[in-house]
């Protein structure tokens, strides 16, 4: 089966750093990627990680580990248009395959 | 380079009716995959087509069937529609084999009633 966990919602302040866990159980892994979506928008592409060890990507970090079935999604310098929600999402295996299995979200609210 | 765009934007059907919802990949991309999101939900593969077959599917029952043509455009179409098909239909495009990202369309809002 297939089962992917993130916090539903979570609140930090502009400026602040927050990291969104993610964590995974799926029956084949090829991947893991962050998307952010605005509400009413289409998911956009953050990060990707396949092998275990920290990207960096500006603002953005994202960490894998395969052992643990564990990623987090790390916002640092929080602005207020990074209130959006954060989706973590596992893609299956097969050369070619672009299928993959969401989490439910998690939506990060910045206040002032 | 033209981004992924879906058609229409908004559609309100009546249950038992058929949809059909379309997608146009960004320029040089081969293969399309189709998903549906619930209010709330994170989206969910329906499936992927690539040189006009499907490789890919996702649980949706036999009602929820595609079509890719030549030019890489794809349609999902919804059969016997049922109120719990309201959703946002996204569609996204990759490259087959050359790159993990696909880019996601802005997405067709279906509203079953």
């Known amino acids: 089966g297939q089962n992917i966990d993130q916090p539903t919602e979570m609140t930090a302040t502009e400026g602040a750093i927050v990291q969104i866990n993610c964590t995974y159980q799926?029956?084949?892994?090829?991947?893991l990627f962050w998307y952010q979506q605005h509400a009413g928008e289409a998911p956009t592409f953050l990060s990707y990680?396949?092998?275990?060890g920290l990207e960096e990507k500006g603002r953005f970090s994202s960490f894998l580990s395969r052992s643990k079935g564990y990623s987090y999604l790390l916002l640092k310098e929080l602005q207020m248009k990074d209130s959006a929600s954060y989706l973590c999402?596992?893609?299956?295996?097969?050369?070619?395959?672009?299928?993959?299995?969401f989490g439910k979200g998690t939506k990060l609210s910045v206040i002032p | 380079e033209t981004g992924v765009t879906q058609s229409p934007t908004h559609l309100i059907k009546t249950r038992g009716q058929q949809v059909t919802l379309r997608c146009s990949s960004q320029?040089?991309?081969?293969?399309v995959s189709w998903y549906q999101q619930a209010l709330g939900q994170g989206p969910q593969f329906i499936f992927q087509?690539?040189?006009?077959?499907?490789?890919g599917r996702g649980n949706f029952p036999p009602r929820f069937s595609g079509l890719q043509f030549p030019n890489y455009s794809s349609e999902l179409n919804v059969n016997a529609l049922e109120l719990d098909d309201s959703a946002l239909y996204l569609c996204?495009?990759?490259?087959?084999?050359?790159?993990?990202?696909?880019?996601f369309g802005p997405g067709t809002r279906l509203t079953v009633t």
């Open positions: 996204a495009s990759s490259f087959w084999g050359e790159s993990y990202e696909q880019y």
């Open positions: 799926t029956s084949g892994f090829n991947g």
């Open positions: 990680n396949v092998l275990d």
């Open positions: 999402a596992v893609r299956a295996p097969g050369a070619g395959s672009y299928q993959l299995t």
């Open positions: 320029s040089g991309h081969n293969t």
């Open positions: 087509y690539y040189r006009e077959e499907e490789n």
